[in-house]
């Protein structure tokens, strides 16, 4: 069960990623119904693959592997939940903007989007970071 979560925890991280790549490539595209659609299919990826990620982290941490009191003793650990939250909470804003565009795309709102989506992936880079200082 153990090899299964983080497997499961690995695919879900790399899910994540792929499909915040997939929408900062679409939404160079003009903003029309199709484009909208593609950036709503993709955001919802990226929630899902977020959702399975911390429920197979979580309990990875907290059933399997070195234990709840190891990791939350970590301030890299520490730093990389709270990423991710940051990371969750950021993603708010294109999800809206996305099932909005849907009924009535709005080109003007792009630039910020496309700025939050990059804030999404340095924090997943930045992620990335502290889950490598965790495992050495």
Do not use: C
Not at 17 to 38: F, G, H, K, P, Q
């Amino acid at each position: 069960m153990s090899a299964f979560l983080a497997f499961l925890h690995h695919l879900a991280a790399f899910a994540l990623v792929a499909s915040l790549v997939v929408e900062l490539i679409v939404i160079r595209d003009d903003i029309n119904a199709r484009t909208a659609r593609r950036l709503a299919l993709a955001d919802l990826v990226l929630g899902v693959s977020a959702g399975v990620l911390l429920v197979a982290g979580l309990l990875r941490v907290f059933y399997f592997e070195k234990g709840a009191a190891f990791y939350f003793s970590s301030g890299a650990f520490i730093a990389k939940l709270v990423l991710f939250f940051g990371v969750a909470l950021l993603s708010i804003y294109p999800t809206v903007r996305f099932l909005r565009w849907r009924r009535q795309p709005t080109p003007a709102e792009v630039p910020v989007v496309r700025r939050v989506l990059h804030l999404e992936l340095i924090g997943v880079v930045l992620i990335l970071y502290f889950a490598a200082s965790i495992a050495r």
